[in-house]
C-alpha cells in the first residue's frame, strides 16, 4: 500500500555551494490600485538600500550570494529568435519570459512570476512560493526581508557568468557595459505578505526593468483535461528553462499542508524540478493559470524492513490554481496594514 503525499519542488532545496502588457488582474482595477499605492508606501519607508531595490550595488554578503548561483552558468538566446508565421512555443517562450525572473534567496533558488506593472510608480507585484523565499536576505538596519531577482536579458548571453565578475560588478560597480546591463536587470524584492499554507509570497520590486510586462490571466474554467501548457523557469539552476505538457486534471480542495488548508490545483505532467518553484504554469496562448509548487512522492514499504522510503512519482507534478493565486493577493489586499 503506498501513501501519496506532495513535497515542494524546492523542497530539494538548491543551495548555492552544489550550483539568474496588461496586469492580469486587470478585471480587479480598484484593487490592484490599492494594493499599487500601498506597496509604494511600504518601499518609501522600509529603509531597503535604495541602490539595491535600484539595481544595485548591493551589500557585499548579498553580491557574493548572486555571483555563487549565477557562475558558471549561461542565459539562452532563444528569446531573440523571430517568431515563425504562426504562434507556438517560441513566441510564448519570448513573450513571457521577462515575467519569470529567477529568485535568489540565501541558501535556495527558485522562481518567480511578474503579475502587475505600474509605470506611473516604476514599482511591480511579484508572487512566488513561500518556501522559495523562507530563508530570505535580511536588512540588518531595519529588518526588511528580501531576496534577489535577475530578469532575463538576452545581451548576458555572450558569455558564462563569472563568478567574480558578477560579485564585484553588484558590490562595486563600474563602467563597462556588461556590468551596467547586468545591474540593469537585477533588482531587490521585498517580500510583503507570505502564506506558508498554500505557499505563496508576494514579492515587490522597484525601477522594474523596461522589458517586463506582467503575464497575462488565464481562467480556470476554461481548462480541460488534454490542454496543452508551458512551463518556464529555472530547474536545477538551468536558467529560463522552458517544458511542454498537457494538464493531467483540476483538483479541487486539494489539502496542501498538514494544516489542513485546502486549495485547487492543476496537476500536470509537465517536467519541473527544483528551480521551477514559483513559476507559470501557461497556456499555449502564454496566459497564467497557475504557479508551480509541488511534485509528488510516494511512501513506498520496503519488502524486508519496517520503514517507508520517499519516491518519485514521475509526471506527477501540481501547480496552485490561478483562481487561488489571486484570491491570496486579494486578502493580502484587504487586510489591516
Known amino acids: ?12 532545496i538548491i543551495r548555492s555551494d552544489t550550483l539568474p502588457s496588461r496586469s492580469p488582474f486587470a478585471a480587479r ?19 531597503m538600500p535604495s541602490q539595491a531595490a535600484a539595481g544595485g550595488p548591493f ?7 548572486v555571483a555563487q548561483v549565477l557562475g558558471g552558468r549561461h542565459v539562452d538566446q532563444a528569446a531573440k529568435w523571430p517568431g515563425g508565421a504562426s504562434r507556438g512555443l517560441r513566441d510564448i517562450f519570448r513573450d513571457s519570459v521577462s515575467a519569470v ?45 528580501f ?20 560579485a564585484h560588478c553588484l558590490t562595486t560597480p563600474d563602467a563597462s557595459a556588461w556590468c551596467s546591463t547586468l545591474l540593469g ?17 508576494l514579492v515587490v520590486i522597484q525601477n522594474v526593468p523596461e522589458s517586463v510586462r506582467p503575464l497575462p490571466s488565464g481562467t480556470l474554467d476554461a481548462v480541460r483535461s488534454g490542454d496543452d501548457v508551458v512551463v518556464i523557469g529555472h530547474p536545477l539552476g538551468l536558467l529560463w528553462s522552458i517544458t511542454t505538457g498537457i494538464v493531467s486534471g483540476i483538483r479541487s480542495n486539494y489539502p496542501m499542508s498538514a494544516s489542513g488548508a485546502e ?39 520496503r519488502q524486508n524492513l519496517n520503514t517507508d522510503v520517499r519516491v518519485a512519482a514521475p509526471g506527477l507534478n501540481l501547480a496552485i490554481g490561478v483562481n487561488e493565486v489571486q484570491g491570496f493577493i486579494s486578502k493580502r489586499m484587504s487586510a489591516p496594514r
Open 1 to 12: 500500500m503506498t501513501t501519496p503525499t506532495h513535497r515542494p519542488i524546492a523542497g530539494q
Open 29 to 47: 482595477p480598484s484593487g490592484v490600485a490599492i494594493l499599487a499605492v500601498a506597496i509604494v508606501g511600504l518601499l518609501l519607508t522600509s529603509s
Open 59 to 65: 551589500p557585499p554578503t548579498v553580491s557574493q550570494q
Open 101 to 145: 525572473p529567477l529568485v535568489i534567496a540565501q541558501d535556495a533558488i527558485g522562481s518567480s512570476v511578474v503579475v502587475h506593472v505600474d509605470r506611473k510608480t516604476s514599482t511591480a507585484l511579484l508572487v512566488t512560493n513561500h518556501h522559495v523565499v523562507e530563508s530570505p536576505f535580511v536588512n540588518e538596519k531595519n529588518g526588511t526581508r
Open 147 to 166: 531576496v534577489v531577482l535577475v530578469f532575463y536579458e538576452s545581451a548576458l548571453a555572450a558569455a558564462v557568468f563569472d563568478r567574480s565578475r558578477v
Open 185 to 201: 536587470v537585477t533588482r531587490a524584492g521585498v517580500i510583503v505578505a507570505s502564506d506558508p499554507s498554500r505557499d505563496l509570497a
Open 263 to 301: 486549495t485547487t490545483v492543476v496537476q500536470t505532467q509537465t517536467p519541473i524540478n527544483p528551480g521551477n518553484s514559483g513559476g507559470p504554469l501557461l497556456t499555449t496562448d502564454g496566459q497564467l493559470i497557475g504557479v508551480i509548487f509541488a511534485a509528488r512522492t510516494v511512501s513506498a514499504t
